[in-house]
């Protein structure tokens, strides 16, 4: 093993997390990276590196032999995609940040590393600073992994915590997140919740070995999120954050979304404020684990692309041992949630939906309900996210279909407000 390999780095992108990286990389000679060529889009822009280090064609990253190392951290997804699988193939090993990338293309990517058999890594295209990728992999390497609950987007976590506890409104919080760094360049994927739910598909193949598309994973963003769903939340001690969750079911399949979800005040993910993510890991054994740092910003997301860059002098891979050495979760579709609903009107509200109905507050000129909800009737149907209807998780939101049918006797009978 070469542990002292000469690390000649070709660099795609000078934005947030690339100018932040070249910043890093100054600051660590120890690890004896050399940053060879920056590959950028537009030439002709001031930036605060030698003018020789850039250039505009790719190729010239790509097809120099010298560089073993092609590091992408540009915008475009399919761009990156296609930067990524050539550079494996002309045998250079990869980091990347592009998570809609690697959602997008996981099948692909898969193949294209056991066919070239170099290594691709993404860690920070996860929570950014967090390690948590190389944590699933490696810590949590046998099946005592019983859910995952995280806070994997930074800009949203920001807005709420702007808008709830500072007073801003959503489009001051949200200018505020792109000054800084932390929002997509179209914030729609941030605050729709696209760029949470491509996070998590490939989270769940490290902590599950579950292939999934984005596309394919129940998901929402804060955007229905109202002022007087903060209101029932603080009435309530709990706040609202934006969730990923994997839940592993007595059946042994797992429940995965990402969505709004109130959070008690004494719950760890109540802690992470602004554009710091945290995750929330239950396993056998050891019970919880919390990790926490920030999920956006030039130099945490740099700081995990640097700690990638470094495990590649170790010639480190992704096993993806939970796809290839275990058996492979399936998620599961049958399984319930229990949500709050705020609506305007109750005609927009399908209430034979429900399995039952919790709690009723129809006073209030802002009406809402607490019931539970069959997973697929989400997952098939829109109408919670029409008509101006906000739907919110409870905490603890999965019940199992075996709890269903001993919960439900009781239920029906409150039921009968209606
Ligand atoms: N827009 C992303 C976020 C950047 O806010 O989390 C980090 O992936």
């Avoid at 092609?70 to 250079?92: M, P, R, Y």
């Avoid at 600073?129 to 949590?140: A, C, K």
């Avoid at 039952?356 to 209030?364: G, L, T």
Wanted: aromatic fraction near 10%; glycine fraction near 6%; include cysteine.
């Amino acid at each position: 093993m070469d542990s002292h390999k000469q690390l000649k780095i070709g660099l795609f992108g000078f934005g947030v997390v690339g100018e932040g990286l070249y910043r890093v990389l100054q600051q660590t000679p120890s690890l004896k990276a050399e940053l060879r060529r920056v590959c950028i889009k537009h030439s002709g822009k001031k930036r605060n590196a030698p003018e020789s280090l850039f250039t505009t064609e790719k190729d010239l990253l790509l097809n120099d032999p010298e560089i073993n190392v092609i590091v992408e951290v540009i915008d475009d997804a399919d761009a990156a995609f296609d930067i990524v699988s050539t550079a494996l193939l002309n045998g250079k090993d990869v980091v990347s940040a592009s998570k809609k990338m690697i959602a997008e293309h996981l099948e692909e990517l898969l193949e294209l590393q056991a066919k070239t058999g170099r290594s691709l890594l993404y860690e920070s295209a996860a929570c950014a600073s967090i390690p948590v990728i190389r944590n699933l992999e490696e810590y949590y390497d046998n099946d005592l992994l019983h859910s995952i609950k995280a806070i994997v987007n930074g800009s949203t976590n920001f807005i709420l915590t702007k808008i709830f506890e500072e007073g801003l409104d959503f489009k001051q919080a949200l200018i505020l997140a792109q000054q800084l760094g932390f929002a997509e360049s179209n914030p729609v994927l941030d605050v729709e919740g696209y760029d949470a739910a491509n996070k998590w598909t490939f989270l769940l193949t490290h902590a599950y070995g579950i292939k999934v598309k984005p596309e394919e994973l129940l998901f929402n963003g804060i955007q229905h999120i109202h002022a007087g769903d903060a209101q029932v939340a603080r009435s309530r001690n709990q706040q609202i954050r934006l969730v990923a969750q994997a839940q592993k079911l007595q059946n042994g399949e797992v429940a995965a979304f990402v969505l709004p979800q109130f959070v008690k005040d004494d719950d760890h993910l109540s802690f992470v404020k602004n554009e710091y993510n945290g995750v929330v890991i239950e396993s056998g054994f050891a019970d919880k684990q919390f990790f926490y740092g920030k999920g956006a910003g030039s130099l945490p997301t740099a700081s995990a692309v640097l700690s990638d860059i470094a495990a590649l002098r170790y010639q480190y891979k992704y096993e993806y041992k939970k796809l290839y050495h275990h058996k492979p979760h399936q998620l599961a579709k049958d399984t319930y949630l229990r949500v709050f609903v705020s609506f305007d009107d109750l005609k927009h509200i399908p209430r034979e939906k429900f399995e039952w109905i919790e709690e009723w507050h129809a006073q209030e000129e802002r009406k809402y309900l607490v019931g539970v909800i069959a997973f697929r009737e989400l997952q098939e149907n829109n109408w919670w996210r029409q008509n101006n209807n906000s739907l919110i998780l409870a905490a603890d939101p999965v019940i199992e279909d075996v709890e269903i049918r001993k919960l439900k006797k009781r239920s029906l009978e409150l039921a009968g407000v209606f």
